[in-house]
RNA sequence: GCCGAAGUGGCGGAACUGGUAGACGCGCACGGCUUAGAACCGUGUGGAGCAAUCCAUGGAGGUUCGAGUCCUCUCUUCGGCACCA
């Protein structure tokens, strides 16, 4: 058996040229469009990868592990004769490769050019069966000739608005964030702390979407804490504003009102004071009123509270700061006089940006009212309206008393007696019939600012007519192209700024004094989108045609990591409900199933990073293992959605695997017929049953395991066969079921299982060899026969009171009766020592499964 | 604080709707082959005990003939959200 060695390294750059010359070419080749369009109705399969950002640093093992997940996936359901949909592209816009040109002065088209390449050998290399001939880029004009064309639709439908706001500035990328792009008050990117900027940008109107958006996820087909964190992103609300008029306040004569929000408006009798944030539209109406004195000291709280920074202000913890305005506002029930004060502990964006201070049942109300009794001298009553089920009615006084809870009604007029939810209702309807306030749905979910104020992505097809009005750039103009004259070195302003290309460009197109808006989008924008693009990724005329949407779309699976689930995975749905509703789209969610890969942990069990130095280069495991070993490696690591840290040992033993088949496959194909007396052949039938049935539920790791059992199985056999060498029995293996154990291993190891196709092939005498294909991966995947896999005899645990005392083996070859297997489990000697003296009250026998006495 | 996920040998992990806990792999130990090593092959490997047996799935209870799996409480770790009214 020493004959031949594992050659990996010539296996896979033999087998490597011959799946490249069969590949489509790639690229920026103005490849014809791939309207086969035959119509017909297929079994089709759209599987999908994430849209990867092209980085300078190459493939990691963690983009092998999904890769090779969806690829196995792609295989497989291709030898079972399903249509596979199984594309790839670039999300090549992006601030890294701007940044880095910002440092180097090289253009980043170039630099993404490069990044591109790099991947596209490392996948190739790692045997990933893309389609290469719809590889898109979203930095090629033709892709973001289209993502122009969606914002101008957005645009014709008002969902696409420029609005002057605060918004999140970076300033270290020198741009905006999204609300979505912030994290702990940080740049997602950079982390540098993030601040605040008056400015004018363009936003998405997704609010609009938010019932849509949470209905959709009902019908998907998704792990359940995403679709959870996504309905909490949303953050759907409901409740009431009430409506408060302020005494003493006056407009036009007409009395002033405060609108505050709240989702208890159960405790409302409970209200002894309204808080306006400080951003609150009143604050200078306050100011305009209030004597001079009082006036001073309202706008220096005012000024010191705007230019605190989020993190000033989250670092203060739950500490309140405040101001008294000397105003009061009318409780339209109970006819309490409610003080009026300006704080920051109530937000802006929240709800109206005012609130209604409850300070016995909320802990924020209760901690500002202690401020205002001790530091403002303002006289705030803390009332007891809920008793939870302790009964405890004792007056609130300190914190830990706050009751937050549910309960019943008390000190609260014809609500008392009534549970929290009754009551909520009851004062709603009250409220509304009297004029009070109206019910209101909120979320949390803000509009999705596009803006960016940088170069490396698509620009804004947008220009301003000389008065400064905005007109969109008209579609026959698109792709409104990135100029290329462009400083990359961050002003602060828009890098577009500095093209005289746009700018000559827009003028004379438009007209003089005519000017572009020099934002481009941001790349998630071009992110959301691109799954639709690859059903027709070089069609001119449309972002893609009817036809080929019907065809492939919507995604079956999708693999993408847990990072994109607010992002990437909102934008989307968005986009897909928005091109339904203008016929489009025959469908509502983009992506009927979805997973997540784990992440792949350096061997310390910490996350790969260059600074800790834990980074597995998969060229090196290339190198030294092969590419199949390297696939298996990362689907044997455990299940696919876990974090598992890598070990290199256990990359070896996967070597030592692959030369095993990779040996037995040669001696055994030499004797056309395997002897054996263990029972290989069941065990092939055992073993494509089980792996037929993990591929598709994505237990890759079980998977390989039976084949490993297999190949042990097979190894025993393959030295018991020198001994019986004649007698053809049930436990005979041709060669050709060989093949089939090959077939198995195909999806997992391509290179490998193609090289031994071919030496089983080359041994096979013509009559048993499948004319039709050559290619291990163009043959129909192997069935499992029932019978065939079938033990000869059963092994049933025999317990005494639930613990194991003995087996008793059973042939499956004539059926016994379950008082016959009873009397026999009750016969072994080891039983009847354990039921000696005792009494049987319980006999259990679950078929097949266990014998189980309960004795006294 | 709120929402969510996960805790099983020395390690990664198996265990379908409750039915032999530890499949498979790594590591380790002993043996073979070798001048030696590497590689490879064989055997063993949860813990305690000579053994019969007992103890073991983060911890404490419970349901059940039987619990890693179901229920209650609790601890730890990791993700997400967070002064959201």
Redesign the pocket.
């Known amino acids: 058996m020493?004959s031949s060695v594992y050659d990996h390294k010539k296996i896979e750059e033999k087998w490597l040229k011959i799946f490249s010359s069969k590949l489509p070419s790639p690229l920026d080749g103005e490849g014809t469009p791939v309207n086969t369009g035959e119509g017909e109705a297929r079994d089709k399969l759209y599987l999908l990868f994430a849209f990867p950002y092209p980085s300078g640093s190459g493939l990691h093992v963690g983009h092998v592990e999904s890769k090779t997940a969806l690829d196995i996936l792609a295989r497989y359901y291709r030898m079972n004769g399903k249509d596979v949909f199984f594309p790839v592209g670039w999300d090549a816009f992006g601030l890294p490769a701007e940044n880095y040109a910002i440092k180097t002065g090289i253009h980043p088209a170039e630099t993404t050019k490069n990044a591109i390449n790099t991947f596209k050998r490392q996948i190739k290399r790692i045997g990933i069966s893309y389609d290469w001939e719809r590889e898109i880029a979203a930095s090629h004009p033709g892709y973001y000739k289209w993502t122009q064309w969606l914002f101008l639709q957005l645009h014709k439908k008002g969902l696409a608005y420029q609005a002057m706001g605060s918004v999140n500035w970076c300033p270290s990328c020198q741009t905006v964030l999204a609300n979505?792009q912030v994290?702990?008050g940080h740049c997602e990117r950079c982390d540098t702390e993030v601040i605040q900027k008056e400015m004018k940008q363009w936003y998405f109107k997704i609010t609009d979407y938010a019932e849509v958006l949470m209905s959709g996820l009902e019908q998907v087909d998704w792990p359940?804490?995403t679709v959870?964190?996504q309905l909490?992103?949303i953050?759907k609300?409901t409740?009431i504003n009430i409506n408060y008029q302020v005494l003493g306040l006056k407009n036009d004569g007409e009395k002033e009102i405060i609108t505050?929000?709240?989702?208890?408006p159960d405790t409302n009798f409970g209200a002894t004071f309204i808080v306006l944030?400080p951003e609150h539209k009143l604050v200078s109406k306050i100011l305009d009123q209030v004597q001079n004195d009082k006036k001073t000291e309202i706008s220096k709280y005012i000024e010191i509270a705007r230019n605190k920074k989020e993190i000033e202000?989250?670092a203060?913890?739950?500490?309140?700061?405040g101001i008294f305005t000397g105003l009061y506002c009318d409780h339209p029930e109970t006819g309490k006089k409610l003080p009026l004060f300006i704080s920051?502990?109530?937000?802006?964006?929240?709800?109206?940006?005012a609130?209604?201070g409850?300070p016995g049942h909320?802990v924020?109300d209760f901690?500002f009212a202690q401020f205002a009794n001790r530091e403002l001298g303002e006289k705030v009553e803390i009332i007891r309206v809920v008793v939870a089920s302790d009964g405890d009615k004792s007056p609130i006084t300190r914190v830990e008393q706050v009751q937050e809870e549910e309960g019943t009604m008390v000190n609260s007029g014809f609500l008392d007696g009534l549970d929290i939810h009754e009551a909520t209702q009851k004062i709603m309807d009250y409220y509304e019939k009297e004029g009070y306030g109206d019910r209101v749905v909120?979320y949390?979910l803000r509009d999705w600012l596009i803006s960016r104020q940088r170069y490396w992505g698509a620009p804004i097809p947008i220009v301003y007519d000389p008065e400064g009005k905005a007109h969109p750039v008209k579609e026959e103009h698109l792709p409104w192209k990135l100029p290329d004259d462009v400083d990359f070195k961050p002003t602060g302003e828009s890098p577009l700024r500095s093209s005289k290309e746009l700018q000559e460009r827009t003028e004379k197109l438009y007209g003089k004094g005519w000017t572009p808006e020099y934002d481009t989008m941001d790349t998630f924008v071009c992110s959301s989108w691109y799954y639709l693009r690859f059903t027709d990724p070089r069609n001119e005329k449309e972002f893609a045609s009817k036809e080929n949407l019907q065809k492939w779309m919507p995604v079956d699976f999708y693999m993408i990591g847990?990072?994109h689930?607010?992002l990437h995975l909102l934008y989307s749905r968005f986009f897909t409900k928005f091109l339904r509703e203008e016929g489009y789209l025959d469908f509502d969610e983009p992506f009927l199933k979805m997973r997540h890969q784990g992440m792949i942990l350096g061997p310390n069990?910490k996350k790969m990073s260059k600074s800790k130095g834990n980074v597995i280069s998969p060229d090196d495991i290339v190198e030294k293992f092969g590419a199949d070993t390297l696939r298996i490696y990362e689907m044997?690591?455990?299940?696919i959605e876990?974090?598992?840290?890598w070990?290199t040992?256990?990359v070896?033993?996967?070597?030592?695997?692959l030369?095993?088949i990779h040996n037995l496959t040669i001696s055994t194909s030499k004797s056309e017929i395997l002897n054996s007396k263990i029972g290989l052949q069941r065990k092939l039938h055992q073993t494509i049953k089980k792996v037929s049935q993990d591929i598709p539920k994505l237990?890759f790791?079980?998977a390989?395991?039976t084949m490993?059992?297999f190949?042990?199985v097979w190894?025993?056999a393959s030295k018991d066969a020198v001994e019986t060498r004649n007698g053809v029995s049930q436990n005979t293996l041709f060669v050709t079921s060989i093949r089939d154990f090959i077939k198995l291993l195909a999806p997992f190891a391509p290179f490998l299982a193609e090289e031994l196709n071919f030496i089983v092939e080359a041994r096979l005498i013509t009559s048993v060899r499948d004319k039709n294909a050559v290619s291990i991966h163009d043959q129909d995947w192997p069935k499992w026969d029932e019978k065939l896999a079938q033990e000869e005899e059963i092994?049933i645990?025999v317990?005494v009171?639930?613990?194991?005392?003995d087996?008793l083996v059973v042939e499956t070859r004539h059926s016994v009766s379950q008082d016959e297997i009873l009397q026999k489990a009750k016969k072994l000697p080891?039983i009847q020592?354990w039921l000696e003296g005792k009494k049987i009250i319980?006999e259990?026998y679950?078929p097949g499964?266990?014998i189980?006495f309960?004795v006294k």
Do not use: H
């Not at 920051?344 to 109206?352: A, H, P, S």
């Not at 044997?636 to 299940?639: A, N, V």
């Not at 070896?652 to 695997?657: E, T």
């Not at 009171?801 to 005392?805: I, Q, Y």
């Open positions: 020493k979505e994290v702990d359940k804490p959870q964190q909490s992103w953050g609300k409740g505050c929000f709240t989702t208890r944030g202000r989250l203060e913890g739950k500490k309140k700061t920051d502990f109530v937000l802006g964006n929240v709800g109206t940006g609130v209604v409850v909320d924020r901690e909120n949390k847990p990072e689930i607010v069990g044997f690591m455990g299940p876990a974090d598992k840290p070990s040992s256990a070896a033993g996967i070597y030592r695997f030369g095993r237990k790791n079980t390989i395991a490993m059992e190949v042990n190894e025993k092994t645990p317990q009171n639930g613990k194991l005392r087996q080891k020592k319980k259990i679950v499964k266990i189980n309960v």
